[in-house]
């Protein structure tokens, strides 16, 4: 059996092998790796999937998706990590860099609802499955009368249990639906529930030694896409977000090359509500990222980020 000359990792989840399959196809348009077999993607169970019982925000937080792909890169296993933006925490290991990005999805959300199409819509006391803390926020922010259940697992077992009546209603990212081939719901306007942090987006992720591969995703790096999470991940980076903090942010990137980047921050019971945005060139997404940060931090107060 030939040796393939890149080996991609990622979680085994069907959404997972679907992005590591849409990276396997840009890079084997390059001749190098155009050769059948060239390339290989290698399934890692994660942490994060084997926790299906409880919230993640009570595990560990951020890092549980990536955190043995990332050990299976560093002892040489694999070549390059797909990942989904989202679980990315704002620093790489030492001697791991993200190299490249696909071209970004749309990063909004999806209400699956029946034949409800808005949130305001939702019948009082309905209630709504989903396992992330942004999203239970907001929701509350908004609708304090809607009672929140945790929905774990996958696309398809967040569906099924909607369609066994274990909810009335639930969100996904529309990014993972897209990917999949599916179409439910209505995507729901980011000025109503703003999106996770680098939702939408795919990264892919290798060793900072690794010449050869590092010179390959570069050629499929998606630039556009990685200023807009630069500027998301700056102002998580100020906030120090984990999975117990409601943080949202994303940002727009016109034509003009101006850059748009919306953030807030929340109490986990939807209480309180943050929120704030900035307008600039795009050669400075960082520092707008900074600014959003900061202000948020600084109108928060020192407890906000503690709840």
Known sequence: MTTPLLRLGTRG????????????????????????????????????????????????????????????????????????????????????????????????????????????????????????????????????????????????TRLAKLEAGAADATLLALAGLKRLGLVAGTPVPEEEILPAVGQGAVCIECRADDAQTRAWLAMIDHAPTAIRVAAEHAMLAVLDGSCRTPIAGHSVLATDGTLHLRGLIAKPDGSHLIATERRGASSDAERLGRDVGEELKRRGGPDFLMA
């Open 13 to 156: 989840s069907k959404l997972a092998l679907t992005q590591a399959g849409l990276v396997r196809d840009a890079l084997a348009a390059m001749p190098a790796l155009a050769m059948p077999d060239a390339i290989e993607i290698v399934a890692i169970r994660t942490t994060g999937d084997a926790i299906q019982d409880r919230p993640l925000a009570e595990a560990g937080g951020k890092g549980l998706f990536v955190k043995e792909i990332e050990e299976a890169l560093l002892a040489g296993r694999i070549d390059a990590a797909v990942h989904s933006m989202k679980d990315m925490p704002t620093a790489q290991p030492t001697g791991l860099v993200i190299a490249a990005f696909l071209p970004r999805e749309d990063a909004r959300d999806v209400l699956i609802a029946g034949d409800v199409k808005r949130i305001a819509d939702l019948k009082s006391g309905a209630v709504v499955g989903t396992s992330a803390l942004r999203r239970k926020a907001q929701l509350l922010y908004r609708r304090p009368d809607l009672k929140i259940v945790n929905f774990r697992g996958n696309v398809d």
